[in-house]
């Protein structure tokens, strides 16, 4: 499948258009909503579900380097205060390395660009976001290419997991309860 397809699937998805139409409304530079918000997007799309499935969260990435930390919670704020109906959760990208290791066991070098932020997410299914550009355009940041999302195969991204990070975060998914054409691969 293709970005124009990934794009369709969103532009007919009201709950999607409506989050990427909040999150531009911020004017944050460097945008995208994406993660597991773009993978039920499009799991849900595949398996015909009528209803989407609960979100964990709605990311919505950024790329500041001119940001104080702390900004992400003001934005959510706004987020949660103008579209409460979604589970928003804020990244500035270009501020990760200050907190990955407190949360995750283990240091990270700054990254340089959103890209490279969507290209170190843990699965390869998962490493996808877009954004809605100022005239309506729908832009695709995969720098993984959208092969695993449209194969609905979950596989490890090695950039910055560990394999038992990994395989905790698929046990705790449980992503073929709700998608059962789902391909989890374990020994990646």
């Known amino acids: 499948m293709s970005a124009d397809a ?20 911020l004017a944050l530079p460097d945008w995208a909503v994406g993660a597991g918000a773009v993978r039920n997007l499009v799991w849900d799309h595949l398996h ?14 950024y790329f500041d380097t001119k940001e104080a930390p702390g900004a992400e919670a003001l934005h959510q704020r706004r987020l949660m205060q103008a579209h409460p109906t979604l589970p928003w959760e804020v990244t ?4 990760v390395h200050h907190w990955f290791e407190q949360h995750f066991g283990h240091a990270v070098a700054p990254l340089g660009s959103l890209d490279e932020a969507v290209a170190s997410w843990p699965e390869t299914a998962t490493a996808v ?13 995969a720098p993984l290419g959208l092969d695993d999302l449209f194969a609905m195969k979950v596989r490890r991204n090695p950039v910055r997991v560990s394999a038992d990070t990994y395989r905790a975060r698929v046990a705790s998914k449980r992503y073929r309860e709700r998608w059962p054409r789902v391909q989890v691969l374990l020994d990646a």
Not at 92 to 95: D, G, I
């Open 129 to 141: 976001a877009l954004r809605l550009e100022p005239d309506d355009r729908l832009t695709v940041i």
């Open 92 to 95: 500035n990208q270009a501020l």
């Open 48 to 61: 015909r579900h009528p209803v989407p499935s609960a979100l964990a969260d709605v990311d919505l990435a």
């Open 6 to 25: 990934l794009r369709r699937i969103a532009q007919a998805t009201p709950w999607f258009m409506a989050a990427l139409r909040a999150a531009r409304e």
